[in-house]
């Protein structure tokens, strides 16, 4: 090695022209030193070449088992638009080779309806020098299939011939999935409009409640229902609760709100509605929770509401005319107790009037004031049927319905134990009576209905079973319930239960007004009888509901809390027997009375005397009671005027009390004790 530094020396120092030995021999080991010295580091850097050449190669080949193995393709563009490079993952892909790609353009393999899509997305990538995402649809073997491509600069040099690279992300799975998504919801949209179509064209009306935010919406068909057409209405639900009518709403609500609880399965109500012209208008409303949280808090409610004011209409035309027709039916009956209640006065009359034996008279005459009273009570349920009676202004107190129901199991008594017993069947009863049990009613018609619906169930179990009644205060209402294990109804007998002479004994024990009378009473306390369940061969559970008193204790008679004060009173009436009994009991009580037996009459003695209580009789010739109280001179104007009606009593507490100055009006017949508790009544009220 040193040899030959040694010659390379010599040449460079022959090119200097160095001829002095001295000087050249000095000068030619001095120069092989550096030259021995560069040598040793031109060998370093060659070793370093070397190492990172090396190191280079591995890191290109792990740079390509990385981009081969990708889990999404790549492919590399030139600026020619065409594939200059791509990863095995691209390939795999389209399933398509290396080089069936290579200096392709990329038209190749993009679907020939997203070409101008995605040469639009390019330019604005290529331009922007920003990545950008777009989702196509490219050649998969001879199909096509989504991917989401990537195209984003390779940032090499302005002059360098690869520009773009595009990253492929297989989608079509997603894709799919998304259509399909897409296209259920169409679907459904279309779905949906038909049925809204289909529903509004029925009348019906839908609302859907959200009971979180408290929104709801209604549908045109609701909106129409009321005369709203397509007008803007608040999306909250108090836009129906505020319209429904105030003599149903405590209920409707009550209802609703027991739904919320859970305890129904459904929501279903019928009840007045105000429209937007104010007038009411019935509607039939279902609804139903149909979204709840794990804790049971509802969520969502889904409802309809169908205006049924029409078959309102006709179904009380119907019944109305069934009334009438039955009528003629129930002559025959009528008759029959009319007889009876006769032959028992025209009986016990003549044994009166045969006998001088105190208590066998006394014995007579109660008996006669017995069966005038039932003659009373039938032509009370005649009227009641025929549609002809207002009830309002008869005689109610409160009473506790726990006692009245006692009463009517003690009556009964026979029927589930005695009879019961013979027939070799057993009848367990059971009762289940909450306190406050207070209501405003007619005891003897609570007592009466009670009688004939555990008579009902008892019937309902032939071979014996489980008789239970319960009472139940909510809010503002009482529930009594009387179920039996007995044979149940099926639907049709649930719809003709409350029909006039329908009995699920078969016809021919059809031949009393059931059910109908106690529906009608009921009614008339403001209240509802109705079926709770009933279902073949699972008993059945009817139902009462009635306001509740806000007193909780019952009446006390008026006449029983003191003495009553004498009383000045005159009493008309054209019937010479009415005004003479009536006379004779007033006067019994201690009171002064004069009688007049027509309207001129009256006013005479009205002119002329003054009366603290006025009590004339509503059907009178020439001049009736109303007309009567219209004319009463101004001495007596202000006297309590008591009306006495024996046939229609169609004027209402309200109308009478504010056109005639009418106190009250009393049904005849009335009893002494009614007489008695009517003055009291009349003589400690508040002027």
């Not at 491509?149 to 799975?173: P, Q, R, S």
């Not at 699972?538 to 009446?555: A, L, W, Y």
């Not at 009590?615 to 009736?624: A, G, H, V």
């Not at 508790?677 to 400690?684: R, V």
């Amino acid at each position: 090695m040193s040899e030959e530094l040694r010659a390379r020396a010599e040449k460079i120092l022959s090119r200097k022209g160095i001829t002095d030995a001295a000087l050249y021999e000095k000068d030619l080991e001095s120069l092989v030193e550096e030259l021995s010295i560069f040598q040793i580091e031109l060998e370093h850097q060659n070793d370093a070449l070397l190492h990172h050449q090396e190191e280079l190669r591995k890191t290109k080949d792990q740079y390509l088992d990385l981009f081969n193995s990708a889990p999404v393709g790549y492919i590399i563009i030139r600026k020619d638009h065409r594939i200059s490079n791509m990863n095995a993952t691209a390939c795999e892909m389209l399933e398509m080779e290396r080089a069936e790609l290579i200096d392709q353009p990329l038209e190749k393999i993009i679907h020939p309806d997203y070409q101008d899509f995605f040469y639009v997305h390019f330019r604005e990538a290529e331009q922007s020098k920003r990545s950008k995402s777009i989702d196509v649809k490219v050649r998969r073997g001879t199909a096509y299939f989504y991917v989401r491509l990537i195209c984003a600069g390779t940032h090499e040099a302005d002059d360098a011939d690869d520009f773009m690279k595009i990253t492929l992300i297989d989608i079509d799975v997603q894709k799919e999935l998304e259509i399909r998504v897409l296209d259920e919801k169409k679907r459904a949209e279309l779905s949906e409009m038909r049925w809204r179509f289909a529903v509004d064209g029925s009348g019906v009306g839908l609302w859907d409640w959200d009971m979180i935010s408290n929104e709801v919406f209604y549908s045109k068909q609701w909106k129409d229902n009321l005369g709203y057409m397509d007008e803007n209405l608040p999306g909250i639900i108090n836009v129906w609760k505020d319209k429904i009518h105030p003599d149903d709403a405590e209920s409707v609500l009550a209802d609703l709100a027991t739904h919320e609880e859970g305890s129904t399965d459904l929501f279903f109500s019928e009840h007045r509605v105000q429209c937007r012209n104010q007038s009411y208008r019935w509607m039939q409303c279902r609804a139903k929770v149909v979204t709840r949280m794990e804790d049971g808090t509802p969520l969502r409610m889904i409802g309809t509401m169908t205006d049924i004011t029409e078959q309102k209409k006709v179904a009380e035309a119907i019944i109305q005319s069934q009334r009438m027709n039955a009528l003629g039916e129930l002559a025959a009956s009528i008759a029959h107790d009319f007889n009876n209640a006769l032959q028992g006065i025209m009986g016990s009359a003549e044994i009166a009037l045969l006998s001088n034996e105190l208590p066998l008279i006394q014995e007579c005459l109660q008996t006669i004031k017995k069966s005038s009273k039932d003659g009373a009570d039938r032509i009370r349920k005649l009227q009641r049927f025929a549609g002809s009676r207002n009830t309002e202004s008869e005689g109610r107190q409160v009473h506790d319905l726990n006692e009245l129901i006692k009463d009517s199991i003690k009556q009964t008594r026979n029927l589930w134990k005695g009879s019961a017993e013979r027939a070799g069947k057993y009848i367990e009863v059971k009762t289940a009576f909450s306190e406050g049990a207070f209501a405003r009613v007619n005891a003897s018609e609570i007592r009466t209905i009670f009688y004939n619906l555990i008579k009902n169930a008892i019937e309902a179990m032939p071979d014996g079973g489980t008789l239970s009644l319960k009472t139940k205060v909510q809010k503002q209402y009482l529930y009594m319930q009387v179920s039996d294990t007995g044979k149940g109804m099926d639907e049709y007998e649930k719809k003709r239960i409350f029909q006039p002479f329908f009995s699920t004994k078969g016809f021919a024990a059809g031949k009393g007004l059931g059910l109908s009378s106690a529906y009608s009473a009921i009614k008339e306390h403001q209240g509802q009888l109705s079926i709770k369940s009933s279902a073949p061969g699972q008993g059945t559970t009817m139902e009462i509901r009635i306001p509740k008193s806000m007193q909780d204790t019952p009446d006390v008679s008026l006449s029983a809390l003191k003495p009553e004060p004498v009383a000045s009173i005159i009493w008309v009436d054209d019937e010479e027997t009415i005004l003479t009994t009536g006379k004779a009991m007033l006067n019994r009580l201690g009171h002064n009375v004069d009688i007049a037996d027509n309207g001129m009459a009256a006013l005479k003695l009205l002119a002329k005397n003054d009366y603290d209580i006025i009590i004339t009789d509503l059907s009178m010739p020439d001049m009736n009671g109303l007309q009567l109280c219209e004319k009463i001179p101004p001495r007596n104007a202000d006297k309590k005027i008591i009306l006495l009606t024996g046939w229609n009593n169609s004027i209402s507490a309200e109308e009478s009390s504010r056109n005639h100055n009418i106190f009250k009006v009393y049904a005849k017949p009335v009893s002494f004790d009614g007489l008695k508790d009517m003055i009291a009544e009349s003589l400690t009220a508040a002027d």
